[in-house]
């Protein structure tokens, strides 16, 4: 393609493009609210959702209280989701089914609500507040309906989300005994494994937490290295009934002969 064939068609596009634009723009401005629905309804099956949206911004209070302000406010929340927008899309799912309670997508906008918050979960290593808001709305999504064939997915959600938590408390508590805060490790590994006792991280931490618990024990002066070296040895014993064959068990050994050598030097003293 020469030059002025790459030119001609460029001012093409661009003249398409602005007449679209154009065309959109007196649509938006019009009070023939009938048109501005079918437009609507065309974006939206087209996947133009932002000017979908921006039309069924304007029906949704134009059409309050006739028959097509259910589906307008429903389409209103789906093109938030298809746009990436979940925050807002769950707000405006929640806010139809409340709005509409009998309608027959309202365990739909429900689920969706729902759903929606549980994308808008960030990565574990992120502050958490919006995965437990997913986990108790997926819940309530449960509760209520209790016999939807969406149900096994919203519990696959809340293993996920759940999941998610028990990492971010394990690397929190891992953390500490990264950088040698022994104390504080044996606080959280303990809390964790407390917490969770199915955690895939629970072999880990418990290693760790013999690992904290021999370190803090060592440096520890006097008075209290002996009390310190029975809680390591209780937390090698500990690990060694739960994983007789774990992945940690050799390094848990080694820790375990250490932990006996020095009681050992303190009951010769």
Known sequence: MNKKS???LFILLITILLSSCDGFNKLSKSKDYDKKYEAALDYYEKKDYFKAQQLFDELLVIFRGQPRAEEVFFKYAYSYYHMGDYLTAAFYFQKYAVTFPKSGKTEEAFFMSAYCKYLDSPKFSLD???TYDAISQLQ?????YSNSPRVDTANMYIDELRLKLE???FEKA?????TGYDRSAITA???FVKNNPGSLYREEAMFLLLDASFRYASNSVAAKKAERLQDSRQAYQTYVASFPEGSFRSRADAISKRIESEIAKINIE
């Open 6 to 8: 790459f030119g001609f």
């Open 128 to 130: 958490q507040a919006s």
């Open 140 to 144: 309530t999504f449960i509760n209520i």
């Open 167 to 169: 990492r971010k408390g």
């Open 174 to 178: 891992k953390l500490y005994h990264t």
């Open 189 to 191: 590994l303990t809390l």
